[in-house]
Protein backbone atom coordinates (compact mmCIF):
# COMPACT_ATOMS: atom_id res chain seq x y z
CA UNK A 1 0.00 0.00 0.00
CA UNK A 2 1.43 3.57 -1.12
CA UNK A 3 2.37 5.61 1.93
CA UNK A 4 -0.05 8.44 0.33
CA UNK A 5 -3.39 6.15 0.53
CA UNK A 6 -5.72 8.24 1.68
CA UNK A 7 -4.04 10.86 2.31
CA UNK A 8 -3.80 14.84 1.35
CA UNK A 9 -0.85 15.88 -0.11
CA UNK A 10 0.20 19.45 -1.70
CA UNK A 11 2.54 20.61 -4.26
CA UNK A 12 4.16 23.93 -4.06
CA UNK A 13 5.18 25.17 -7.51
CA UNK A 14 2.10 21.92 -9.10
CA UNK A 15 2.28 24.01 -11.80
CA UNK A 16 5.99 23.03 -13.25
CA UNK A 17 7.19 19.99 -14.75
CA UNK A 18 7.52 17.95 -11.90
CA UNK A 19 4.47 18.99 -10.13
CA UNK A 20 2.01 17.95 -13.38
CA UNK A 21 3.66 15.02 -13.49
CA UNK A 22 3.79 13.80 -9.81
CA UNK A 23 -0.11 14.85 -9.34
CA UNK A 24 -0.57 12.91 -12.81
CA UNK A 25 1.11 10.23 -10.77
CA UNK A 26 -0.42 10.72 -7.10
CA UNK A 27 -4.33 10.89 -8.85
CA UNK A 28 -3.52 7.75 -11.60
CA UNK A 29 -1.14 5.33 -9.46
CA UNK A 30 -1.92 5.84 -5.40
CA UNK A 31 -5.23 5.41 -3.72
CA UNK A 32 -4.32 9.55 -2.64
CA UNK A 33 -7.36 11.51 -0.97
CA UNK A 34 -6.46 14.35 -2.15
CA UNK A 35 -4.23 16.82 -4.16
CA UNK A 36 -4.03 20.50 -3.74
CA UNK A 37 -1.58 22.82 -5.95
CA UNK A 38 -0.18 25.66 -4.45
CA UNK A 39 1.41 28.31 -7.22
CA UNK A 40 1.02 32.06 -8.11
CA UNK A 41 0.66 31.66 -12.35
CA UNK A 42 -3.21 31.45 -12.32
CA UNK A 43 -2.73 30.80 -16.39
CA UNK A 44 -1.09 27.49 -15.73
CA UNK A 45 -3.16 26.46 -13.08
CA UNK A 46 -6.31 27.25 -15.71
CA UNK A 47 -4.20 24.83 -18.19
CA UNK A 48 -3.91 22.39 -16.17
CA UNK A 49 -7.14 22.37 -15.05
CA UNK A 50 -8.29 21.56 -18.71
CA UNK A 51 -6.09 18.75 -18.43
CA UNK A 52 -7.42 16.68 -15.25
CA UNK A 53 -10.79 18.56 -15.00
CA UNK A 54 -12.41 15.10 -14.22
CA UNK A 55 -10.87 13.90 -10.68
CA UNK A 56 -12.20 15.26 -7.88
CA UNK A 57 -9.29 14.97 -6.02
CA UNK A 58 -7.61 17.55 -7.26
CA UNK A 59 -7.64 21.13 -5.78
CA UNK A 60 -6.08 24.62 -6.58
CA UNK A 61 -4.97 27.12 -4.59
CA UNK A 62 -3.33 30.36 -6.27
CA UNK A 63 -0.67 31.88 -3.75
CA UNK A 64 2.98 32.70 -3.20
CA UNK A 65 5.42 31.08 -1.07
CA UNK A 66 6.17 34.16 0.45
CA UNK A 67 2.44 34.84 2.09
CA UNK A 68 2.89 33.05 5.28
CA UNK A 69 -0.92 33.83 5.73
CA UNK A 70 -1.95 31.60 2.32
CA UNK A 71 0.66 28.78 3.04
CA UNK A 72 -1.13 28.52 6.44
CA UNK A 73 -4.48 28.33 5.09
CA UNK A 74 -3.77 25.93 2.43
CA UNK A 75 -1.80 23.97 4.69
CA UNK A 76 -4.79 23.15 6.48
CA UNK A 77 -5.67 18.61 6.78
CA UNK A 78 -2.65 18.20 4.77
CA UNK A 79 -0.35 15.16 5.37
CA UNK A 80 2.22 15.54 2.86
CA UNK A 81 4.04 18.42 1.35
CA UNK A 82 6.14 18.31 -1.87
CA UNK A 83 8.26 21.72 -2.15
CA UNK A 84 9.21 21.98 -5.94
CA UNK A 85 8.44 26.07 -5.69
CA UNK A 86 11.76 27.89 -6.92
CA UNK A 87 13.15 30.50 -9.14
CA UNK A 88 15.22 28.43 -11.29
CA UNK A 89 17.32 30.44 -13.97
CA UNK A 90 20.73 31.20 -13.02
CA UNK A 91 21.31 34.26 -15.28
CA UNK A 92 17.92 36.27 -13.67
CA UNK A 93 19.03 35.37 -10.10
CA UNK A 94 21.99 36.51 -11.09
CA UNK A 95 20.61 40.24 -11.55
CA UNK A 96 17.87 40.06 -9.16
CA UNK A 97 19.38 38.38 -5.96
CA UNK A 98 16.84 39.89 -3.34
CA UNK A 99 13.42 38.29 -5.59
CA UNK A 100 15.55 34.89 -5.34
CA UNK A 101 16.14 35.29 -1.67
CA UNK A 102 12.39 36.08 -1.11
CA UNK A 103 11.06 33.15 -3.02
CA UNK A 104 14.01 30.49 -2.04
CA UNK A 105 14.93 31.00 1.06
CA UNK A 106 12.43 33.68 2.78
CA UNK A 107 9.26 31.30 0.59
CA UNK A 108 11.34 28.10 2.13
CA UNK A 109 11.18 29.37 5.68
CA UNK A 110 7.55 30.52 5.92
CA UNK A 111 6.46 27.07 4.26
CA UNK A 112 8.65 25.80 7.60
CA UNK A 113 6.36 27.31 10.09
CA UNK A 114 3.11 27.17 7.72
CA UNK A 115 3.55 23.41 8.49
CA UNK A 116 4.54 23.06 11.61
CA UNK A 117 1.46 25.31 12.73
CA UNK A 118 -0.68 22.77 10.54
CA UNK A 119 0.46 19.59 11.96
CA UNK A 120 2.15 18.39 8.60
CA UNK A 121 3.36 14.72 8.53
CA UNK A 122 5.88 14.84 6.04
CA UNK A 123 7.68 16.82 4.11
CA UNK A 124 10.46 17.12 1.17
CA UNK A 125 12.31 19.88 -0.50
CA UNK A 126 13.17 19.50 -3.89
CA UNK A 127 17.13 20.96 -3.97
CA UNK A 128 19.21 20.89 -7.26
CA UNK A 129 22.94 20.25 -7.90
CA UNK A 130 23.80 24.14 -8.28
CA UNK A 131 23.26 23.76 -4.34
CA UNK A 132 26.33 21.93 -3.87
CA UNK A 133 29.99 24.01 -3.31
CA UNK A 134 27.67 26.70 -5.06
CA UNK A 135 29.07 29.30 -7.41
CA UNK A 136 26.01 31.52 -8.44
CA UNK A 137 23.05 32.56 -6.64
CA UNK A 138 20.47 30.50 -7.72
CA UNK A 139 22.82 27.72 -5.85
CA UNK A 140 23.21 29.69 -2.76
CA UNK A 141 19.76 30.31 -1.81
CA UNK A 142 18.89 26.73 -2.83
CA UNK A 143 21.68 25.18 -0.31
CA UNK A 144 20.34 27.83 2.42
CA UNK A 145 16.77 26.19 1.84
CA UNK A 146 18.32 22.80 2.09
CA UNK A 147 19.69 23.62 5.58
CA UNK A 148 16.47 25.83 6.76
CA UNK A 149 14.51 22.39 5.88
CA UNK A 150 16.94 19.89 7.62
CA UNK A 151 17.70 22.53 10.61
CA UNK A 152 13.65 22.46 10.82
CA UNK A 153 13.87 19.27 12.40
CA UNK A 154 15.03 20.81 15.78
CA UNK A 155 12.07 22.85 16.50
CA UNK A 156 9.22 20.27 15.03
CA UNK A 157 10.46 17.07 16.05
CA UNK A 158 8.23 17.70 19.33
CA UNK A 159 4.92 18.19 17.29
CA UNK A 160 5.44 15.60 14.76
CA UNK A 161 6.23 17.23 11.10
CA UNK A 162 9.89 15.84 10.34
CA UNK A 163 11.56 17.61 6.93
CA UNK A 164 13.94 16.49 4.36
CA UNK A 165 15.97 17.21 1.15
CA UNK A 166 15.90 15.15 -2.01
CA UNK A 167 18.47 16.57 -4.46
CA UNK A 168 18.83 15.75 -7.88
CA UNK A 169 20.27 16.55 -11.42
CA UNK A 170 18.55 17.83 -14.52
CA UNK A 171 15.20 16.46 -15.59
CA UNK A 172 15.16 14.70 -19.05
CA UNK A 173 12.54 17.14 -21.09
CA UNK A 174 11.51 19.40 -18.59
CA UNK A 175 10.94 22.75 -19.15
CA UNK A 176 13.96 24.89 -19.36
CA UNK A 177 16.03 21.66 -20.26
CA UNK A 178 18.49 21.77 -22.81
CA UNK A 179 17.20 18.65 -24.58
CA UNK A 180 14.18 21.15 -25.98
CA UNK A 181 16.56 24.05 -26.69
CA UNK A 182 18.29 21.80 -28.68
CA UNK A 183 15.20 20.76 -30.63
CA UNK A 184 14.13 24.29 -31.18
CA UNK A 185 17.08 25.39 -32.75
CA UNK A 186 17.70 21.95 -35.10
CA UNK A 187 14.12 22.65 -36.38
CA UNK A 188 14.59 26.29 -37.29
CA UNK A 189 18.12 25.68 -39.07
CA UNK A 190 20.34 27.40 -36.62
CA UNK A 191 23.76 26.03 -35.47
CA UNK A 192 23.39 24.46 -31.93
CA UNK A 193 25.22 26.30 -29.52
CA UNK A 194 27.17 24.29 -26.00
CA UNK A 195 28.87 26.72 -23.64
CA UNK A 196 31.91 24.27 -23.21
CA UNK A 197 32.20 21.11 -25.40
CA UNK A 198 33.69 19.45 -22.30
CA UNK A 199 30.30 20.24 -19.77
CA UNK A 200 28.98 17.47 -18.14
CA UNK A 201 26.01 17.15 -16.07
CA UNK A 202 23.94 14.79 -14.40
CA UNK A 203 20.77 12.86 -15.80
CA UNK A 204 17.37 11.79 -14.43
CA UNK A 205 14.08 10.70 -16.55
CA UNK A 206 10.74 12.41 -15.02
CA UNK A 207 9.64 8.86 -13.74
CA UNK A 208 12.91 8.34 -12.15
CA UNK A 209 12.67 11.47 -10.24
CA UNK A 210 9.32 10.73 -9.48
CA UNK A 211 9.97 7.05 -7.94
CA UNK A 212 13.04 8.47 -5.77
CA UNK A 213 10.70 11.52 -4.56
CA UNK A 214 8.03 8.77 -3.16
CA UNK A 215 10.49 6.52 -1.99
CA UNK A 216 11.91 9.14 -0.26
CA UNK A 217 9.08 9.58 1.97
CA UNK A 218 9.16 6.29 3.06
CA UNK A 219 12.48 6.24 4.19
CA UNK A 220 12.95 9.82 5.53
CA UNK A 221 13.27 10.18 9.44
CA UNK A 222 13.77 14.14 9.10
CA UNK A 223 16.96 15.24 8.33
CA UNK A 224 18.16 13.37 5.35
CA UNK A 225 19.59 15.05 2.31
CA UNK A 226 18.73 11.78 -0.31
CA UNK A 227 20.53 11.73 -3.50
CA UNK A 228 19.97 9.37 -6.41
CA UNK A 229 22.70 7.17 -8.21
CA UNK A 230 21.71 9.47 -11.60
CA UNK A 231 24.30 8.83 -14.67
CA UNK A 232 26.21 11.65 -15.90
CA UNK A 233 26.05 13.11 -19.51
CA UNK A 234 28.10 15.01 -22.03
CA UNK A 235 26.44 17.68 -23.26
CA UNK A 236 28.36 17.33 -27.06
CA UNK A 237 27.19 13.95 -27.16
CA UNK A 238 23.64 14.99 -26.58
CA UNK A 239 23.62 17.54 -29.56
CA UNK A 240 25.26 15.18 -31.50
CA UNK A 241 22.47 12.73 -30.99
CA UNK A 242 19.59 15.25 -31.37
CA UNK A 243 21.33 17.26 -34.00
CA UNK A 244 23.69 14.81 -36.44
CA UNK A 245 24.01 17.15 -39.57
CA UNK A 246 24.10 20.45 -37.26
CA UNK A 247 26.92 22.74 -36.82
CA UNK A 248 27.89 22.88 -33.27
CA UNK A 249 28.82 26.14 -31.67
CA UNK A 250 31.14 26.55 -28.87
CA UNK A 251 29.72 29.93 -26.72
CA UNK A 252 31.55 29.89 -23.39
CA UNK A 253 30.58 29.48 -19.81
CA UNK A 254 28.11 32.03 -18.85
CA UNK A 255 28.47 33.98 -15.31
CA UNK A 256 27.34 31.51 -12.82
CA UNK A 257 28.04 28.40 -14.66
CA UNK A 258 29.93 25.41 -13.94
CA UNK A 259 31.82 22.77 -16.02
CA UNK A 260 30.59 20.10 -14.49
CA UNK A 261 28.17 19.98 -11.66
CA UNK A 262 27.98 18.32 -8.24
CA UNK A 263 25.63 16.81 -5.94
CA UNK A 264 28.07 15.60 -2.83
CA UNK A 265 31.11 17.80 -1.88
CA UNK A 266 34.09 16.41 -0.09
CA UNK A 267 33.20 18.25 2.81
CA UNK A 268 29.51 16.34 2.77
CA UNK A 269 31.15 12.99 1.83
CA UNK A 270 32.26 12.32 5.68
CA UNK A 271 28.49 12.52 6.46
CA UNK A 272 27.12 10.34 3.51
CA UNK A 273 25.79 6.89 3.51
CA UNK A 274 25.58 4.38 0.41
CA UNK A 275 23.24 2.08 -0.55
CA UNK A 276 22.66 0.18 -3.65
CA UNK A 277 20.49 3.42 -5.30
CA UNK A 278 21.00 6.67 -3.31
CA UNK A 279 23.38 8.14 -0.91
CA UNK A 280 22.22 9.86 2.40
CA UNK A 281 23.71 12.64 3.50
CA UNK A 282 23.41 12.62 7.43
CA UNK A 283 22.35 16.01 9.10
CA UNK A 284 25.49 17.85 10.73
CA UNK A 285 23.40 18.43 14.09
CA UNK A 286 21.00 16.11 15.14
CA UNK A 287 19.52 17.08 18.62
CA UNK A 288 16.04 15.62 17.78
CA UNK A 289 17.55 11.91 17.92
CA UNK A 290 18.35 10.69 14.21
CA UNK A 291 18.93 7.58 13.64
CA UNK A 292 21.71 6.98 11.58
CA UNK A 293 20.47 4.44 8.28
CA UNK A 294 21.55 1.19 7.64
CA UNK A 295 25.18 1.72 4.64
CA UNK A 296 28.26 1.97 3.84
CA UNK A 297 29.86 5.57 4.71
CA UNK A 298 31.50 7.14 1.59
CA UNK A 299 35.03 7.51 1.61
CA UNK A 300 36.60 10.78 2.50
CA UNK A 301 37.78 13.63 0.60
CA UNK A 302 35.66 12.27 -2.16
CA UNK A 303 32.80 13.95 -4.03
CA UNK A 304 29.49 12.71 -6.26
CA UNK A 305 30.42 15.00 -9.27
CA UNK A 306 29.21 14.66 -12.92
CA UNK A 307 33.00 14.40 -14.63
CA UNK A 308 33.86 11.51 -12.35
CA UNK A 309 30.73 9.70 -11.96
CA UNK A 310 31.08 6.22 -12.63
CA UNK A 311 27.75 5.86 -14.43
CA UNK A 312 27.45 7.46 -17.78
CA UNK A 313 24.50 7.46 -20.18
CA UNK A 314 25.46 5.65 -23.12
CA UNK A 315 24.38 6.39 -26.95
CA UNK A 316 21.49 3.95 -27.04
CA UNK A 317 20.45 5.37 -23.26
CA UNK A 318 20.42 8.31 -24.81
CA UNK A 319 18.28 7.60 -28.14
CA UNK A 320 15.76 5.64 -25.87
CA UNK A 321 15.46 8.69 -23.06
CA UNK A 322 14.28 11.03 -25.73
CA UNK A 323 12.63 9.13 -28.42
CA UNK A 324 9.20 9.79 -26.33
CA UNK A 325 9.55 13.16 -27.38
CA UNK A 326 10.17 13.00 -31.02
CA UNK A 327 13.51 14.96 -30.41
CA UNK A 328 15.43 12.73 -32.81
CA UNK A 329 16.30 13.80 -36.38
CA UNK A 330 17.64 11.15 -38.39
Not at 92 to 119: C, D, R, V, W
Not at 164 to 192: A, E, H, Q
Request: glycine share 6%; proline share 3%.
Amino acid sequence: MSIFSGASVLITGGTGSLGQEMTKYLLNSTNVRRVAIYSRDELKQYTMQQILKSDERLRFFLGDVRDLDRLKMALSDVDFVIHAAALKQVDTGEYNPMEFIKTNILGSQNLIEAAIHSGVKKIIALSTDKASSPINLYGATKLTADKLFIAANNYSFKRGTIFSVVRYGNVIGSRGSVIPLFNSLVNSGKNLTVTDKRMTRFWISMPEAIKFICDSFVLMKGGELFVPKIPSLKIIDLAKIIGPNSKIVETGIRPGEKLHEEMISIEDSRRTIITDSRFTVMPVQAEWGYEKPIGAMMAENTSFRSDTNELWVTREQILKMIKNLDLVHD
